[in-house]
C-alpha cells in the first residue's frame, strides 16, 4: 500500500499539533483597563475610542435602581452615543435571562454591550454579548470554542470579587437542566474593564465578605492550578498579597475607598490568573452547591476553599508554603509544612474572623445529594485545573469534612 507525500504531510502535521511548546502558554488580558476613584467619568471617551455607537447598558436590578448606573449613563449620553437599558438581572443569571438580553440587544441593533454590576451582572453581560442566538443547551458548547463576536464588550465591576471584568469565561446557569455551566472562549474577555471604587463603597459588609473571599480562592487555585503560568502565578501573589490586608478593613469600614481600590485591583488579577491559568476543585464543587441550593457563590467557596487545600496539600504543600509567604503568617523557623499548615489555617480563620459560615451544616446542607454533587462535580471544567487527582468517593468523603466543620487531623 502506497501513502502519497500530501498523506505524509499531513499525518506530520497532526502529530505536531498534538504536543504544545515546553512552557509554552497563553495570556489573554483586557484591551483597555481604566482604574481610578470616579473614573467613571471616562467611560464615553473610552468607548468613541473602541469605536461604540449605541450601548446596550446590562445591569443588576438592585444595582440600577440604587443609582449606580446613573454615571455611566450620563457619560455616554454626554459622547453622543446611543443608549438602550437591559437592567433585569436578578440573582445569578440563567439561560432564560440571556435569551431575554440576546432579544433586547437585536432589536436594538447595539453594537457595544456594557455589563455593570456583581458577577451576575457581568457574566450576563458577556453571554448576550458572545453567546447569540444559539439554541442548544449550554452544555454543548465545546471548551475555548467561542473565538469570535460581532459587538464591542466592557464591564464595570460594582464588586470586588468575581474577576468577570478581565476572565475569558461566563458561568450560566441551564434552566432546563439546573445546572450552573461554565461557558469559556477568548471572545469573552472584554475589550475594556473599568474598576472604579467609588461604586464599591456601599456594598453591604456580607457581600463585601463573601465577594472577597471569592478573589482570594480564584488567586489560591490559580497559583496551584495544573495549568499555571508565570505570570498566573505572579497575579495571583500578589492578589493574595494585597487581598489579606485590605480585606477584613473593606468588611469593617466599608467607606474605606483606599481599601476598596486595593480589593478592585486584587480582584482584577485574581481574574487574569485563573482566566488564564484555571481554577481547581473548591470551584468544581461550588457550582454544583450553587445551582442546586441558591447558595450564593462567594459563601460556597469560603465553605469549601480550606478542606480542599487540604485535600490538595498532598500534591502543591510547596505552593501553599509560599502563599503562607503571600498571606504574611510564614516564619524562619517554620518547615515547608508547617508553612503549608499556616496558609490552610489562616484561610479557615479568615472565613470565621468575616462572619462567613464554615460548615455545609450551616447552610442547611445535609448527606442526602453528596453523591449527586460528587458526580457532577467530576464533570465541571474547572476540575481540569486541580492539583491532585479526585475521585467521586473522595468528593463525598470531602463533603462529609465540610458537612460536619471539621478539618482533617493535622488542620484542626
Known amino acids: 500500500m502506497s501513502v502519497s507525500s500530501n498523506e505524509i504531510a499531513s499525518i506530520v502535521q497532526q502529530t505536531l499539533q498534538q504536543y504544545r511548546p515546553y512552557r509554552g502558554f497563553t495570556f489573554r488580558s483586557p484591551a ?21 455607537t449605541h450601548v446596550l447598558l446590562v445591569a443588576d436590578k438592585m444595582v440600577y435602581q440604587l443609582g449606580l448606573t446613573t454615571g455611566s449613563e450620563n457619560a455616554i449620553r454626554l459622547a453622543g452615543l446611543k443608549l438602550t437599558l437591559f437592567t433585569g438581572v436578578e440573582g445569578e443569571p440563567d439561560s432564560r435571562l440571556i435569551a431575554r438580553g440576546q432579544a433586547v440587544l437585536s432589536t436594538s441593533k447595539a453594537d457595544f454591550v456594557l455589563g455593570i454590576g456583581g458577577g ?10 458572545v453567546i447569540g442566538d444559539y439554541q442548544g443547551p449550554l452544555t454543548a458548547f465545546k471548551v ?15 464588586t470586588a470579587g468575581t474577576g468577570s ?20 472562549g477568548p471572545a469573552l474577555v472584554p ?8 461604586l464599591m463603597l456601599g456594598v453591604p459588609a456580607g457581600i463585601t465578605a463573601a465577594t472577597g473571599v471569592d478573589t482570594l480562592t480564584h488567586a489560591v487555585e490559580a ?34 475607598m483606599d481599601k476598596r481600590y486595593d480589593m478592585a485591583v486584587a480582584a482584577y488579577k ?5 482566566s488564564n491559568a484555571g481554577l481547581g476543585l473548591t470551584h468544581a464543587i461550588a457550582h454544583q452547591i450553587g445551582a442546586r441550593y441558591h447558595l450564593p457563590h462567594g459563601v460556597a467557596n469560603a465553605i469549601l476553599l480550606p478542606y480542599v487545600m487540604a485535600f490538595n496539600a498532598l500534591s502543591c504543600e510547596a505552593d501553599y508554603a509560599e502563599i503562607a509567604n503571600a498571606l504574611g503568617v510564614s516564619r524562619e523557623a517554620m518547615t515547608q509544612r508547617d508553612r503549608c499548615r499556616a496558609a490552610i489555617l489562616t484561610v479557615r480563620q479568615l472565613v470565621v474572623d468575616l462572619g462567613l459560615p464554615t460548615s455545609l451544616a450551616d447552610v442547611g446542607i445535609t448527606e442526602q445529594d453528596l453523591a449527586l454533587l460528587a458526580e457532577q462535580a467530576m464533570q465541571d471544567i474547572c476540575l481540569q485545573g486541580n492539583p491532585r487527582q479526585v475521585t467521586p468517593v473522595q468528593i463525598v468523603e470531602l463533603l462529609k469534612q465540610v458537612i460536619a466543620g471539621q478539618l482533617p487531623e493535622g488542620y484542626c
Do not use: M, W
Open 120 to 129: 451576575s451582572a457581568l457574566d450576563a453581560a458577556k453571554a448576550i454579548a
Open 144 to 158: 475555548g470554542g467561542i473565538a469570535s463576536r460581532q459587538v464591542g464588550l466592557g464591564a464595570i465591576p460594582t
Open 191 to 198: 475589550d475594556l474593564a473599568l474598576l472604579d471604587p467609588a
Open 165 to 184: 471584568e478581565v476572565t475569558d469565561i461566563t458561568v450560566i446557569k441551564d434552566a432546563e437542566l439546573d445546572i450552573k455551566v461554565p461557558v469559556k
Open 270 to 274: 485574581a481574574g487574569l490568573a485563573f
Open 32 to 52: 483597555i483597563t481604566v482604574t481610578g476613584g470616579h473614573c467613571v467619568n471616562q467611560l464615553g471617551d473610552i468607548l468613541l475610542e473602541l469605536g461604540a
Open 223 to 256: 497559583y496551584v492550578s495544573r495549568q499555571t503560568n508565570p505570570l498566573s502565578k505572579a497575579y495571583a501573589y500578589h492578589a493574595i498579597e494585597a487581598l489579606i490586608k485590605a480585606l477584613p478593613v473593606a468588611v469593617g469600614y466599608g467607606q474605606d
